[in-house]
Nanobody
Framework: QVQLVESGGGLVQAGGSLRLSCAAS????????MGWFRQAPGKEREFVAA????????YYSDSVKGRFTLSRDNAKNTVYLQMNSLKPADTAVYYC?????????????????WGQGTQITVSS
């Protein structure tokens, strides 16, 4: 079992920045892929970014590429999503997820464990 706890959400103006954190409970955190997804009201959950077990391979959706940076600190069992140049279209609940099979997938079904989500609201 893996427990994931997100933090760092909030309200920001367009063009601003936020950093999300996701802390994992499991000691084997450094063995699996971590991803971020988001879901806006009335929309399906969509992939944002993923990072492999050691952090040397990342994958971003086209909508955030160049603005968001995903990193991990295995010593702290934590992943970080640095979000810059935020847009109102980035407004959503952001979810952290873990893939114990260590893929680098962009589908929600690829991930076995999920956090509770944290709200990001970007005002225009």
């Amino acid at each position: 079992q893996v427990q994931l706890v997100e933090s760092g959400g909030g309200l920001v103006q367009a063009g601003g920045s936020l950093r999300l954190s996701c802390a994992a409970s499991r000691r084997t955190f450094n063995r699996y892929t971590m991803g971020w997804f988001r879901q806006a009201p009335g929309k399906e959950r969509e992939f944002v970014a993923a990072v492999n077990w050691n952090g040397d391979n990342t994958y971003y959706s086209d909508s955030v590429k160049g603005r968001f940076t995903l990193s991990r600190d295995n010593a702290k069992n934590t992943v970080y999503l640095q979000m810059n140049s935020l847009k109102p279209a980035d407004t959503a609940v952001y979810y952290c997820a873990a893939d114990l099979d260590n893929g680098l997938g962009s589908r929600a079904i690829d991930y076995q464990y999920w956090g509770q989500g944290t709200q990001i609201t970007v005002s225009s």
